[in-house]
């Protein structure tokens, strides 16, 4: 094929579909700031994802920043090497030391057996992700942070509409975090939100990502600006249009992965879990050296060859950025399946746009070694 497969591509509305609202957003002259479209959004997602509060933000990182400072973090906060940079970097921040647990393999997120042994007297949070929307294991999760009296973040970047047991994954912890970035199941070009319990939360929320405002006249502690604009905004309301019928083309992918890869020894892909509804946002595949016969760099440059541009996530690990890596956590030897994993790891492309001659074309350069 002459064209590049990129890892992804953003998937876009009809444009006529969206000029009727910055249209609406031109006349108003309301661009930003708690906008029409703003609140709107707000409440569909609500609706559409089964959460109680939802506050929303320019992007998914600011969201992180702000779900630490909301739960007045200190000290020190456990998490995984396992994911996008962004995931420790608001921990860091924040002016807290991120606490690096391995992972299990065939979830590829934090292996909550591991989690006790990292507590000390300076933990007051877990920051866990979701990581290729496969959810974490929230019971065990929750039972380590009761005993210890530990706070929970989610980084559910990758989990938009990820349901577990028909409840909506997000629902869990003290917050958890979306990103609507270009790259994301759900898009806003860029943008993101935080789930919350209470309307307390959502206020502290909300005005932590309008600078601190309370009101008018009085700033109660160190915001930031985390505001969604209308733009944006209207993009999402669209965007819900389509969200499932996108995320059904992505599974069907996911499926034509599955059923072409099956004979093909050592490559291994995710399967489902039981009582899982996906968002099939990614399809991570791992390469066994000595069962495939190249490695997984090798098989990463061979896709290049044939202009399949698959993404290596998570490599490096987070714990070998020059900002982690004398960590005492960061060592490998105390992440042995982070570091396996992320030698293995390619994530081939798949969005809703995909066409399945190119499904079958980047099966059968696999499969062909
Ligand atoms: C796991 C994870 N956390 C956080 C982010 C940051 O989100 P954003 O790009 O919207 O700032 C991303 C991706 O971009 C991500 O993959």
Known sequence: MNENIYVTQPFLPPLEEYLPYLQQIWDSKHITNKGPFHEQ??????????????????????????????????????????????????????????VFVDIDPYTCNINPEKIEKAITKKTTAILPVHVYGN???????KNIVDKYNLKVIYDAAHAFGVEHIGQSIINEGDLSILSFHATKVFNTFEGGAIVSHSAEMKKKIDDLKNFGFYDEVTVEGIGINGKMNEVQASMGLLQLRYIDSAIEKRKRIAQIYREG?????????????????????????????????????????????????????????ISRFSAYKDLSS???????????????????????????????????????G
Request: with cysteine.
């Open 330 to 368: 960061s060592k490998p030897a105390n992440l042995p399946m982070a570091e396996k994993i992320s030698e293995e790891v390619i994530c081939l492309p798949i969005y809703p746009d995909l066409s399945m001659d190119q499904v079958n074309y980047i099966i059968s350069v696999l499969n062909n």
């Open 261 to 317: 890869f099956k004979n093909v020894k050592g490559l291994r892909f995710l399967g489902d879990l039981e009582d899982v509804k996906y968002n099939y946002a990614y399809f991570p595949i791992f390469i066994n050296e000595n069962e495939y016969g190249k490695n997984r760099d090798d098989v990463y440059n061979a896709l290049k060859k044939h202009n399949i541009y698959g993404r290596r996530y998570f490599y490096p690990l």
């Open 135 to 141: 959810p974490c294991e929230t019971e065990k999760i």
């Open 41 to 98: 959004l707000e409440k569909e997602l609500c609706d559409y994802l089964g959460v109680e509060y939802i506050s929303l933000f320019a992007n998914g990182t600011i969201a992180l920043l702000v779900a630490i400072k909301a739960l007045e973090l200190k000290g020190e906060i456990i998490t995984t090497p396992y994911s996008f940079v962004a995931t420790a970097h608001s921990i860091k921040w924040n002016g807290i030391k991120p």
